[in-house]
C-alpha cells in the first residue's frame, strides 16, 4: 500500500512501486504489519498522531526522517511503551541516498552496505540494550534491513543527531555554501564554472538536494549544526591563515586518514 499525492501515486502503479495507492492515509495504513514513513521531518511530525490511530494494534511503524530527537519526542506521546500490545514505534534513518527525489530516483542498492540508525523507544544506546531482543515486530524489520543490504546499529536519538550533524548535515550545508562561492565567481563568459572538472562536481554532488527535504532537518538539529559549522569555520580560518606558512602538511595527513577511514567503511 502506498500514500501519496494522486498523481504521484498514479506514477507509482505505473511503474510497479505499489500495488495499491491511498490518498487517505488512513486508507493505507489500515491492517498494515509494517508502516514506513518516508517524509520530511516535519511531515513526519504532524502525521504521527493520526498514524497512531489508525495503525493495528500490532503493528510496527518506523520513519527515515533525517534527525530522531523531535521525531522520537513526538512519537513517545502517540505510541505504546515497549511490552504494550499496541502499535509500536522504532525510531530510523538509513544513512544512504543521493541528491535526487522521488520515485524516479529510487534505486534498489541504494541501502547495500549502508548504516542504518535505529533508535528504541525508549532510546537504546547500545546493541545489547536495543529492544529489539524482546519484540517479534522489530527483530523482523531488522532481519528485513539486512535483506537489502543496510547494517542495523542502535543508537539514541541525541547521539544520533550529533553524529549526523558532523557526517550528514554539515558536508551538505558546506556544499551549499561552496556552490554559492562559484555561482558569485562566475562572471558573463560562464568562467571559472566552465573549467570545471570532476573534482568540483564530487564536491557540490549534495548540492543537488531540495530545499524543501533540508529545511526541517536544519530546523529540527540547529544546535549540532552550530557547533559543527564553528568547527568548520576554526577549521578554515586555520587553513587561510597558514597558506603562506607551508604548515599544512599535518592537515593534509589528517584529512588523508579521514578519507582512508571512510573509503574502507564501504
Known amino acids: 500500500m502506498g500514500w501519496d499525492k494522486p498523481e504521484v501515486l498514479a506514477r507509482a502503479a505505473a511503474l510497479g512501486v505499489v500495488d495499491e495507492g491511498h490518498a487517505v492515509l488512513s486508507d493505507a495504513v489500515a491492517g498494515a504489519d509494517l508502516i514506513y514513513v518516508a517524509l520530511p521531518v516535519g511531515l513526519t511530525i504532524e ?8 495503525a493495528a494494534p500490532g503493528a510496527l511503524v518506523s520513519d527515515a526522517a533525517s534527525t ?8 513517545q506521546t502517540c505510541f505504546a511503551p515497549l511490552g504494550d500490545k499496541g502499535a509500536r514505534f522504532l525510531g530510523g534513518h538509513p544513512m544512504a541516498g543521493n541528491e535526487g527525489s522521488g520515485l524516479e530516483a529510487a534505486d534498489a542498492a541504494l541501502f547495500c552496505g549502508a548504516q542504518y540508525a535505529l533508535i528504541g523507544m525508549p532510546c537504546a544506546p547500545t546493541p545489547s540494550e536495543a529492544p ?4 517479534a515486530r522489530i527483530q523482523k524489520f531488522v532481519q528485513l534491513l539486512e535483506g537489502i543490504g543496510a547494517r542495523p546499529i542502535w543508537m539514541d536519538a541525541a547521539t544520533h543527531d550529533r553524529a ?14 561552496l556552490a554559492g ?3 558569485e565567481a562566475t562572471d558573463q563568459t560562464g568562467m571559472p564554472l566552465t573549467l570545471a572538472g570532476r573534482g568540483l562536481r564530487d564536491a557540490l554532488r549534495l548540492a543537488g ?19 559543527s559549522l564553528d568547527r568548520l569555520a576554526q577549521a578554515v580560518e586555520h587553513l587561510r591563515t597558514n597558506l603562506r606558512q607551508r604548515e599544512l602538511e599535518e592537515e593534509f595527513a589528517a584529512a588523508n586518514e579521514v578519507y582512508k577511514i571512510l573509503r574502507n567503511l564501504q
Open 47 to 54: 502525521r504521527m498522531p493520526e498514524i497512531a490511530r489508525h
Open 68 to 75: 530522531k530527537r523531535a521525531v522520537c519526542a513526538a512519537a
Open 132 to 135: 529489539s531482543a524482546s519484540d
Open 164 to 177: 549526523a550533524a558532523v557526517v550528514s548535515h554539515l558536508p551538505q550545508l558546506l556544499a551549499v555554501a
Open 181 to 183: 562561492v562559484a555561482r
Open 209 to 227: 538536494s531540495p530545499y524543501a527535504l533540508w529545511r526541517d532537518i536544519v530546523l529540527t538539529n540547529t544546535d549540532n549544526l552550530e557547533a
